[in-house]
């Protein structure tokens, strides 16, 4: 199993070898989104891209602020809507192509992009920022989340983004603010971990030890963490 090949609507789905425990699945939002929220760093309306199953989307709106959810697979739209309204949270989410966000221009103050960015090739990339450009207003932020080379060579990542990517592909429309490393907290143990790579790529998961853990024992894994504004 190629990770740049997965295919997002089957793993949402459980129809893949990874089954239902997705790394990223924590069943609750992102700590580095929540301290993002807690700095005050989400406005107006708020787009969260690429949002999965949509904890951090509810997360956000449980704060009081206006969510819009996107993704491109279908089966994590649907969970995320029974998600949300199992908390009773009113939430917009669709189904959307996020290299196009066709009818979603000039609508956005503030747009999270929770790991995203390193599941799109070179070209779908740029697409994408072109696309961010678009659907945000002037003067909007974007806090953007995606696996650094940092990342050891065994841990499933379907591309790992170089400092210069970020800064080229972000910098035409944004203006860079923050780049920094930072961690990005998975829903797995190291031995969960492990034994996913074993299974579902069928190699020596070499290197993954010198990952660190959190107080609850989970996985932490190097990312960039970037703040820009929309120019």
């Keep these: 199993m190629d990770v740049q090949d997965v295919d997002f609507e089957q793993l949402y789905r459980g129809a893949t070898p990874m089954g239902r425990k997705m790394p990223w699945d924590l069943g609750a939002p992102q700590p580095a989104v929540v301290a993002l929220a807690d700095a005050g760093e989400f406005t107006g309306d708020v787009l969260d891209i690429g949002c999965g199953l949509g904890d951090n989307s509810a997360f956000l709106a449980s704060r009081g602020l206006h969510v819009t959810g996107l993704d491109g697979a279908p089966s994590a739209i649907e969970q995320a809507r029974a998600r949300a309204a199992a908390k009773g949270l009113d939430i917009e989410f669709a189904v959307a192509d996020a290299t196009k966000l066709e009818g979603y221009e000039d609508r956005f103050d503030t747009v999270l992009d929770s790991a ?12 994408y920022l072109a696309a961010l450009t678009r659907a945000a207003r002037p003067g909007a932020r974007l806090h953007l989340f995606c696996f ?28 860079i603010e923050l780049l920094e490393p930072t961690v990005y907290t998975t829903s797995m143990t190291p031995e969960e971990l492990r034994q996913s790579v074993r299974v579902v790529l069928d190699e020596d998961p070499t290197g993954l030890d010198r990952l660190g853990t959190d107080a609850d024992g989970r996985v932490l894994v190097p990312v960039w963490r970037l703040k820009a504004v929309r120019r």
């Design 116 to 127: 995203l960015y390193h599941c799109l090739s070179e070209d779908q990339r740029r697409q």
């Design 148 to 175: 650094s080379p940092e990342v050891p060579a065994a841990f499933p990542a379907p591309y790992l983004i170089s400092e210069a990517d970020l800064r080229e592909t972000v910098g035409r429309g944004w203006t």
